[in-house]
């Protein structure tokens, strides 16, 4: 399958990293609301509306048929709660040799490259083996097939005058190469939860199209630092990987409905206070509405 962003096809050869046009920061809560739980998350389940509201998806699409995916009741979920840790995972590792992902700056515009598979890291094997334990809850049965993923961002992205909703599909793409998309699933629930991914977070959709709907598993152990960026929004704006002083990732409480703050972060290699999105292990995990104009693919 084709995506292809709807912009001017951009220039190849790389440019020094663009300066960061910042607009007049967003108010943002105060940190230090301190670590989550991983075995009692949050269900994110009816938080999906048509308004931006901090720990909410304002999502483009607010209704949502059942489809059946998922085939039973999910263990590791207890009321309005889930255990991450006590959560399956769908069996294999199928590696990607031809995996590719390109990042350049030029012209204005952030060129990202890449055919959707996973840079560095295995895949589940898909569709879901009936002897894999996973097929008795979510019997996906898409394969991964490459993308031709290629997006043109602004480089120097910018608030837009008030924020927009988040649609099914590709919200981002991640420093791995693969699409991000929003926390729900196709019920509208909080696919973290509900949905089996494999070990690194990840499965394809009916058209092959593998993504994650929160940060890889496999992503987050490379960002070990205080800030790290792991990402982009189609609105250009980055996705950070940030820690408080004792190593936490931040959390619903220190962000904005958007679920993004603004703070110094490492820009294109120059420090700047500018705006981004983070990830939690809260829903809606990474972005739940676009603070910037998003590119539609």
């Given at each position: 399958m084709l995506l292809l962003a709807a912009c001017a096809s951009p220039t190849t050869t790389p440019t020094a990293a663009a300066t960061v046009a910042t607009s007049a920061p967003t108010s943002s809560a105060s940190a230090g609301s301190g670590a989550v739980?991983?075995?009692?998350?949050p269900l994110g389940d009816g938080h999906v509306g048509s308004r931006p509201q901090v720990g909410w998806v304002y999502a483009c699409q607010t209704t949502f048929p059942p489809r059946g995916g998922a085939q039973g009741a999910d263990p590791w979920i207890h009321g309005s709660t889930w255990d991450e840790t006590a959560k399956i995972a769908v069996e294999g590792s199928v590696n990607w040799s031809q995996a590719s992902y390109s990042?350049?700056?030029?012209?204005?515009?952030?060129?990202?490259?890449?055919?959707d598979l996973p840079v560095g890291y295995p895949t589940g094997s898909f569709p879901i083996q009936f002897a894999d334990p996973a097929f008795q809850l979510d019997r996906n049965p898409n394969s991964v097939q490459p993308q031709a993923i290629h997006y043109s961002l602004p480089a120097n992205p910018t608030l837009a005058p008030s924020p927009t909703c988040v649609g099914m599909g590709p919200i981002g793409v991640l420093t791995d190469g693969v699409l991000l998309f929003n926390a729900l699933d196709a019920e509208g629930r909080d696919a973290q939860a509900h949905e089996v991914q494999d070990r690194c977070g990840g499965h394809p959709q009916m058209n092959g199209m593998y993504h994650y709907h929160g940060v890889s598993p496999c992503l987050m152990r490379t960002a070990t630092g205080s800030s790290t960026l792991i990402g982009y929004a189609l609105d250009g704006f980055g996705i950070y990987v940030e820690r408080d002083a004792n190593g936490a990732l931040l959390t619903d409480a220190d962000l904005d409905a958007c679920h993004g703050r603004t703070s110094i972060v490492t820009w294109d290699g120059k420090q700047v206070s500018m705006y981004h999105y983070d990830a939690t292990a809260e829903y809606p995990y990474t972005v739940g509405c676009f603070m910037g104009a998003p590119v539609r693919g």
């Open positions: 739980s991983l075995t009692a998350l990042m350049q700056v030029s012209g204005g515009q952030r060129v990202i490259v890449s055919n």
